[in-house]
């Protein structure tokens, strides 16, 4: 196999480094502050298996700092070697020592191993970087909590493990940060969102 950070692999990141940067990391911010609304991100190129979105959060986000796991569907020589050039993070194989995590729907039943934070210390949890075909046509939820006004219905294709799994992993201030991509655009779930199936609370 080729070495990760052979120059075969490189292909363009932002057309503006700095600008692009800075507009998708404000648009990820923005939907993280205004929870199941959908936000352009669509500075990106797509990366092989990686929608634009999905590249533009790891741009956006991921630096030397940065420890990052993996879905196998995102583990490929043109995806490590761009990763590694474009952002610079260590690539990690155990689930726990990822501070960010791009992911697919084949990984969504099972959170357990990455790390929700801790009392002292929430904001070093783990991030999570979810690439999906659609942000829309799944079971419709109500999302409440800080930055919705009384209550959002969104309608993410996601199993109803995923979540279980939210669920299970949080304890706010501890939980996860989830980003949802898809094409251009993206939808932000922090951890004080509650999500509700009908009268239920679920997450």
């Known amino acids: 196999m ?64 940065t420890p990052l796991w993996l879905a196998p569907r995102f583990d490929t ?27 697919d729907e084949t990984e969504l039943t099972d959170l357990s191993d990455f790390d929700n934070g801790s009392e002292r210390y929430p904001d070093q949890s783990c991030t999570l970087l979810i690439q999906l ?24 294709p996601l199993p109803a493990a995923f979540w279980q799994q939210r669920q299970a992993r949080s304890a706010f201030p501890r939980g996860l940060d989830c980003f949802f991509a898809a094409g251009e655009q993206v939808i932000g779930l922090p951890r004080s969102t509650r999500v509700l199936l009908a009268a239920e609370e679920v997450a």
């Open 2 to 65: 080729h070495a990760v950070n052979s120059s075969q692999w490189l292909q363009p990141a932002f057309n503006d480094p700095v600008l692009d940067a800075q507009t998708s990391f404000r648009s990820a911010l923005k939907a993280l502050a205004e929870p199941g609304l959908v936000q352009p991100l669509n500075r990106a190129l797509a990366l092989e298996n990686l929608h634009p979105a999905t590249y533009a959060l790891c741009l956006a986000f991921l630096d030397g700092d």
């Open 77 to 103: 020589p043109a995806i490590r070697a761009n990763l590694a050039f474009h952002c610079g993070c260590p690539i990690v194989a155990e689930r726990e020592l990822a501070l960010f995590a791009l992911l």
């Open 133 to 156: 075909d659609a942000l829309s046509n799944g079971a419709s939820l109500r999302w409440r909590g800080p930055g919705i006004k009384d209550v959002r219905s969104v309608e993410l």
